[in-house]
């Protein structure tokens, strides 16, 4: 069954530094995701990206963060400089319906847990 | 502001013993209710998606339930390999973003 990868499963960073989680939809998807856990919390959404651009984007995602498709099956997530509360899992999600549709499924890949020092 | 609470948090259940999981939601408008699996370590898989109350969605074990207000997920005759924390989600009317609950911990002991 087609899978959403993610890199690194874990990275360790001091804060301060730039970050880039990578994505690896699932290869006829055109909609995709950043969604965040922090250790106990609620898995929180992010962003939003369609045709090369955002949608949509929560309050989380302040200009320390950007998206980007740099090629036809990457999506990445960079962080410029990290902050201690940056630390958490994040979930890349694709999905090949527009969001609200019927029969919508998004798929979720396993995760980058970050941790920033 | 959209809400989705899940309880109980933890559960713990013999093999075999049937119980139900509830999320209960606050939305303007539903546009979907989403159940999914969390195994430790990993990404939300997904489960079932309801529209509309009184619709019901069934995959093996796993049934889900939809009222005007929460949904359940059932469970029928446990085994130790659905131990996992069950997370509900919501859109809202204006295809907003997913909202997720804080999910329900299942532990199926053998």
């Known amino acids: 069954e087609p899978e959403v990868t993610q890199t690194p499963s874990h990275q360790v960073t001091q804060m301060g530094q730039e970050v880039i989680l990578r994505c690896v939809p699932i290869?006829?998807?055109?909609?995709f995701y950043w969604y965040r856990q922090i250790l106990g919390q609620k898995v929180e959404f992010l962003v939003s990206f369609y045709n090369n651009e955002i949608s949509e984007k929560s309050e989380i995602f302040d200009d320390q963060f950007s998206v980007e498709r740099p090629d036809g099956s990457n999506f990445t997530l960079k962080i410029r400089s990290t902050k201690l509360e940056d630390s958490a899992m994040y979930f890349c999600?694709?999905?090949?319906?527009?969001?609200?549709?019927?029969?919508?499924?998004?798929?979720f890949g396993s995760g980058t847990q970050l941790s920033v020092l | 502001e959209d809400q989705v609470t899940q309880s109980p948090e933890a559960l713990r259940l013999q093999e075999g013993e049937s119980s139900s999981l509830n999320c209960s939601y606050t939305v303007s408008g539903l546009r979907g209710l989403f159940w999914y699996r969390q195994d430790p370590g990993k990404g939300p898989e997904f489960l079932f998606t309801l529209y509309s109350a009184g619709e019901e969605k069934e995959k093996e074990r796993l049934k889900a339930t939809l009222t005007k207000k929460e949904s359940f997920l059932h469970i029928t005759a446990p085994k130790p390999e659905d131990s996992a924390t069950y997370l509900c989600a919501v859109r809202a009317q204006g295809n907003t973003p997913l909202v997720f609950g804080k999910g329900t911990r299942l532990s199926v002991i053998a």
């Open positions: 999600a694709s999905s090949g319906r527009p969001r609200g549709t019927f029969n919508e499924k998004l798929f």
């Open positions: 290869s006829n998807h055109l909609y």
